[in-house]
T-cell receptor, first 113, second 112 residues
Framework: GAGVSQSPSNKVTEKGKDVELRCDPISGHTALYWYRQSLGQGLEFLIYFQGNSAPDKSGLPSDRFSAERTGGSVSTLTIQRTQQEDSAVYLC???????????FGEGSRLTVL | SQQGEEDPQALSIQEGENATMNCSYKTSINNLQWYRQNSGRGLVHLILIRSNEREKHSGRLRVTLDTSKKSSSLLITASRAADTASYFCATDRNSGNTPLVFGKGTRLSVIA
C-alpha cells in the first residue's frame, strides 16, 4: 500500500486477555517503530526494528509486551494479560533510512475494560 | 524516557498571528525533526534539521537549531485555523543507530 497500515483501528478487550496489533509498513522501509500514546500525552517509544539488526526493546514497559517483525516487513505487537493502564493508542511508523523521516500509521486504539 | 521537551504545552493565537514553539533536548543529536498531529490521527513529518544546520525553511515553517543550547524552535507564520494541531519535536541520540524519541508536544489552537 501507499502508506503504513495498522489493524485493528479499534480494539476493546477485557482485562487479562491477550491482544495482537498489526503494522504493515511502507514497502522497502528498513526501519519500523512502535510507540504508545496515552490520551493527551506525547509518544512513548516501545520498540525499534532496523533491518536485520537485533531490535531495540528498551522502551517495552514490561515483559507482557513483545513484538516481532517477520521477513523484514509486517510487525506484530503482542500484549499479554492486558491491564487497564495498557489502554492507549499504539502507533507504528516506518522509515527508509535511520535516522530519517518517519511515516506513521493511523494507530490502533486499545481499550482495556 | 523523553529526550525532547516542548514549550509551551499549549498555545492559543488568533488567525494571522505567528506561532512559536520551542523544544529542548538533553544529549547530542544527529538531527531534530518536527511533526504535526491532528486530533486522533497519526503524525505527519514537517521538517528535519541536521545537527550542522542552524536554520531551515519550508513554506510558512521556519525551524532553528542551537546545538550549544540544545534547543530548537518552530515558527509558523501567518497561522491559519487549519494549523490547529499538536506539534512534536523528535530527536535521535548521536550514538549509533538509535530510535527517534519524541517530546510531549505543544497543542496549538488557532482561532478564526
Amino acid at each position: 500500500g501507499a502508506g503504513v497500515s495498522q489493524s485493528p483501528s479499534n480494539k476493546v478487550t477485557e482485562k487479562g486477555k491477550d491482544v495482537e496489533l498489526r503494522c504493515d509498513p511502507i514497502s522497502g522501509h528498513t526501519a519500523l517503530y512502535w510507540y504508545r500514546q496515552s490520551l493527551g500525552q506525547g509518544l512513548e517509544f516501545l520498540i525499534y526494528f532496523q533491518g536485520n539488526s537485533a531490535p531495540d526493546k528498551s522502551g517495552l514497559p514490561s515483559d507482557r509486551f513483545s513484538a516481532e517483525r517477520t521477513g523484514g516487513s509486517v510487525s506484530t505487537l503482542t500484549i499479554q494479560r492486558t491491564q487497564q493502564e495498557d489502554s492507549a493508542v499504539y502507533l507504528c511508523a516506518s522509515s527508509r533510512t535511520s535516522p530519517g523521516e518517519l511515516f506513521f500509521g493511523e494507530g490502533s486504539r486499545l481499550t482495556v475494560l | 524516557s523523553q529526550q525532547g521537551e516542548e514549550d509551551p504545552q499549549a498555545l492559543s493565537i488568533q488567525e494571522g498571528e505567528n506561532a512559536t514553539m520551542n523544544c529542548s533536548y538533553k544529549t547530542s543529536i544527529n538531527n531534530l525533526q518536527w511533526y504535526r498531529q491532528n486530533s486522533g490521527r497519526g503524525l505527519v513529518h514537517l521538517i528535519l534539521i541536521r545537527s550542522n544546520e542552524r536554520e531551515k525553511h519550508s513554506g510558512r515553517l521556519r525551524v532553528t537549531l542551537d546545538t550549544s543550547k540544545k534547543s530548537s524552535s518552530l515558527l509558523i507564520t501567518a497561522s491559519r485555523a487549519a494549523d490547529t494541531a499538536s506539534y512534536f519535536c523528535a530527536t535521535d541520540r548521536n550514538s549509533g543507530n538509535t530510535p527517534l524519541v519524541f517530546g510531549k508536544g505543544t497543542r496549538l489552537s488557532v482561532i478564526a
